[in-house]
């Protein structure tokens, strides 16, 4: 069965750097069907793309947020990892992690969220 | 970047009826090898967004046959034939086309 949980602080303050941890399970993320990616939405509002990783180590971050943006996967461990620095209040909302099949083209299975509030 | 345009962005219907949700795209959605990168999704109350159509018509694994999804192009349509409780929530549209992926504004159906 497969999941994905993600992980990390509920509470940074204005400058940090957010490191956000998303650990699956049920597949692998060394064969060329699968990517996972990021996604967030701020309370109330929509849903962001932020960042893809793929099998063979490529990344892809949303332009809007490039600079800020890291994503990294360690596959021994099964997880993905993003970082975002420089946070600020409108950073405030709830993070997904997402399996990405390239067969469907699109997030199959998300993981329940993270929720990220920003303030000093 | 694609901008996804959604309306309704709220929609109130009588369990047992019909409902619709459109979605526009700024650019085609077409890909060369034929397939139409149009996705719809529903995030119920309090939960992470689920997959219900892939590729603008295609229901995912599970969804029920009264949700079924049209449209080619940059003009595409949700429909729900007969609303049932269980379908509350906001549905999104989402394209993958082209990066940055982006959804639509959400579309929030109630009872």
């Known amino acids: 069965q497969v999941s994905l949980k993600e992980s990390g602080p509920a509470l940074v303050k204005p400058t940090q750097t957010l490191t956000l941890t998303c650990t699956f399970s049920?597949?692998?993320?060394?064969?060329?069907?699968?990517?996972v990616g990021w996604i967030r939405q701020p309370p109330g509002k929509a849903l962001e793309w932020l960042a893809r990783?793929?099998?063979?180590?490529?990344?892809y971050y949303n332009t809007s947020l490039k600079t800020r943006l890291t994503i990294s996967k360690d596959t021994s461990k099964n997880q993905v990892v993003l970082t975002m620095t420089n946070m600020d209040p409108v950073d405030t909302a709830t993070y997904y992690c997402a399996r990405f099949l390239f067969g469907l083209h699109t997030f199959d299975v998300w993981g329940q969220g993270t929720v990220v509030t920003v303030s000093s | 970047d694609i901008v996804m345009t959604q309306t309704p962005l709220s929609l109130s219907v009588t369990p047992g009826q019909p409902a619709s949700i459109s979605c526009k795209s700024s650019q085609s959605l077409l890909h060369r090898d034929g397939k139409m990168f149009l996705y719809w999704y529903l995030q119920r109350p309090g939960q992470s967004p689920q997959l219900l159509i892939y590729?603008?018509?295609n229901r995912f694994s599970g969804v029920p046959d009264r949700f079924s999804g049209s449209g080619s192009g940059t003009d595409f349509t949700l429909k729900i034939s007969r609303v049932e409780a269980e379908d509350v929530g906001v549905y999104y549209c989402m394209q993958s086309i082209q990066l940055p992926y982006s959804f639509g504004q959400g579309t929030k159906l109630e009872i």
């Open positions: 590729e603008v018509s």
């Open positions: 990783i793929d099998w063979d180590n490529a990344k």
């Open positions: 049920g597949f692998s993320l060394t064969t060329s069907e699968v990517r």
